[in-house]
């Protein structure tokens, strides 16, 4: 896997993240607030990766036409999804911290850390290598 | 990369990392990293060793410092000791071990106390992202990564344990 590699399957995860935040905060009483955030959010990362990519001289992956959310209709079915795409979002920093220089790591850990964070707050167990078990 | 691909990845660092501090004595590292699969370096980049052995050494004081606090506050164990496990598989992952550290005992107060396991965890989780985003090694840069993501949640959820 390459630097672009790594940067578009993050991306394409960004994606994920703000369909399914999208989705929860419509759909899930008493978790619109928090899915607000994360929407937000992921948003502002989404909109970096796609600049990065650009800078990259690549043609950034686009949004999917569903991810196979349709079930999130309750804060258990939607707490799960939410710890799901981060940990899978933890994943791909832990990728692209490896295939990236230097300078270009800091932003991968904020991402990492980020993902690992938000990952708990949404129901995920504390791990010792985020994005690595 | 898979999951399954970056366990392996993991799991292979964790064990150069055992192999690497014991290479300094022995003079067998190229030996020992063979041992686990992995083609030596002509030359291990010694950064890396440092990193490595911080790491341990910081992760023996926060498990020291998790058991000196259940010890002295056994209301908190309950809550403390799924924490440790955490803890302690970082601490057996860099290669570390609890032999020759020891601690004072925890604050007298159970919150006091809590706090200082947090800020301990946040001290350590700033320092392994310092050194990941500095290592040399690609595999030593994400383990490390990720172990300091590992230890802002340690530090976030020992910061919620309520005595």
Redesign the interface.
Known sequence: MTRLDDLQAWLALEHEAVWLYGMIGARVDGLARPARMSYDAHRVVRDRLLALVDAAEGDPVGPALTYGHERVDSAKEARAAASSVEERIAAACVALFGSSARAERRFAMSGLRRAALAALDWGAPVRAFPGLD | ?S?RT??G??LTVATVGAAVVAARVGGVLDDALRGVGVEPHPEPDPGDTRRLARAATAQAVLVATIDATIGDHGNLESQLR??RV??D??LV?VGGNLAATSVGPAPADPGDATAELSRLASES?EAR?DD???AAS??V???L??????L???A??LGLVAP
Do not use: C, I, W
Request: hydrophobic letters at 45%; proline letters at 3%.
């Open positions: 990369m999951r970056l366990l990845t993991g799924p924490l955490v803890a598989e970082q992952a989780a992202e990941a985003v500095s690609t595999d840069a994400r383990v990564a990720s172990m300091s993501a590992g802002s949640q340690l976030t959820s």
